[in-house]
């Protein structure tokens, strides 16, 4: 009796000696490095950011074929900045009012109409207008930008507008520069929105090109009235120029 109740005992000992010995012999998996984890959620960040970035290009691509943009001399590449710097601002709540966009064309000639301001919701160009840039930024072409305080320049990137008032040029639009390193010194610049009588088709027929300013970027007098009230209080202001060192370093456009 005992024999035969010892035997199953000893077998089932011996069974899991075995079974133990096996499993310490099998390769156990490699562990996951925390710079395999930080590279494989750098690699997705990047490759989402690349989505946004197309899909925000094809919107814009879209919008400014359906508006028609193009045949009036808003530039591609403008529009196609302005569109990714207003989106970003819209997806991270800093706009109070997203229903218009406008863009400082300083691509072009100030001799151009080159201020567009954008019914964005309904597609539909509202205003299209002179504006002016910095006298040390150029005569008829805008090409030196400063963020510098008394640089009497302009400065590129994108602002939101803020509250109105009226000072010695009448009617004017306050404006926070949002672009750090490039803008951010805009209100204590004093730089703002505002009506100027030598930015007008009088000035340019007379002297050939159009007036300047300190910095701000003024239009016409008559255009105040009109344009300040649609796109005062918590809209998108974008100053363009195909500048390449602000194109790869603006933190809005690059967030």
């Known amino acids: 009796m005992k024999q035969s109740t010892l035997k199953p005992n000893f077998l089932l000992v011996t069974a899991l000696c075995i079974l133990t010995i096996n499993m310490y012999a099998a390769p156990m998996p490699a562990p996951i490095s925390a710079t395999h984890t930080v590279a494989v959620t750098h690699a997705s960040k990047a490759a989402a950011l690349r989505a946004e970035k197309r899909m925000i290009l094809a919107m814009a691509s879209s919008i400014y074929q359906d508006m028609s943009l193009e045949d009036s001399g808003l530039n591609r590449k403008a529009f196609e900045a302005a569109w990714t710097g207003y989106y970003k601002l819209k997806k991270k709540g800093l706009l109070r009012r997203t229903n218009v966009l406008t863009i400082a064309d300083f691509s072009q000639s100030s001799s151009n109409q080159r201020l567009y301001v954008i019914d964005v919701r309904n597609r539909r160009l509202l205003y299209r207008t002179f504006v002016a840039h910095g006298i040390n930024s150029g005569q008829e072409y805008a090409s ?42 805009a209100a204590r610049r004093a730089i703002v929105i505002h009506g100027a009588s030598y930015v007008s088709t009088r000035i340019l027929r007379k002297y050939g090109v159009m007036g300047t300013t300190y910095g701000c970027p003024a239009i016409p007098d008559e255009m105040t009235t009109q344009i300040i009230p649609v796109v005062k209080n918590g809209t998108c202001f974008f100053i363009y120029y195909p500048s390449k060192k602000y194109l790869a370093q603006s933190p809005v456009l690059n967030s």
């Not at 509250?163 to 009448?170: K, L, V």
């Open 144 to 185: 030196a930008f400063s963020n510098r305080m008394e640089s009497c320049k302009s400065s590129l990137g994108f602002y939101i507008t803020s509250g109105t008032y009226y000072g010695f040029n009448g009617l004017s639009l306050r404006i926070q520069g949002v672009d750090k390193g490039f803008n951010d010194n």
